[in-house]
């Protein structure tokens, strides 16, 4: 009986004391922390945001340092037109699924494009790179001048 008796015995504490641990602090913590993430979040967003390009000259660049486009996100005016300059040593692409725009960007090279407005309406329109997409992509988003 006795011998029998400290195997459950010993059961039963180490499933407690791994329940009790998990569930209690798990609980509390994440309950509090839970609470306070929102404010986090809210922090977070501005890192992404689309950078306005709207107040720069005719010509706006978009560099292609290695494997991304810098910026990612860009508002421009449909009467600016869009340099982008390949720093890296492998051939990118812009490509706007949305329209036709399919434009090799050979590797150390600047390749501009007229006023964009002649090629896309105002509105916003995910671009991306074909050869390396999908995490060499962005977002443009089109004003009227
Ligand atoms: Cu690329």
Redesign the pocket.
């Known amino acids: 009986m006795r011998i029998r008796a400290m195997p459950v015995f010993l059961m039963v504490v180490l499933a407690t004391a791994a329940c009790g641990g998990g569930g209690s602090t798990g609980t509390t913590t994440t309950g509090a922390q839970t609470t306070t993430a929102p404010a986090t979040a809210t922090t977070a967003p501005p890192e992404e945001e689309c950078s306005d390009l709207t107040g720069q000259g005719p010509q706006v660049t978009i560099v292609?340092p290695e494997?991304?486009f810098v910026p990612e996100c860009v508002i421009v005016r449909a009467d600016q037109g869009i340099t982008f300059d390949n720093q890296?040593f492998?051939?990118?692409?812009f490509l706007v699924k949305k329209a036709d725009i399919d434009i090799d960007?050979p590797a150390g090279e600047q390749t501009s494009l007229e006023a964009i407005g002649g090629a896309l309406a105002p509105g916003t329109y995910e671009f991306l790179?074909?050869?390396?997409?999908p995490s060499?992509a962005g977002e443009i988003t089109v004003v009227e001048a």
Request: hydrophobic share 20%; charged share 20%.
């Open positions: 292609t494997n991304e890296d492998s051939l990118h692409n960007l790179c074909k050869y390396h997409s060499m």
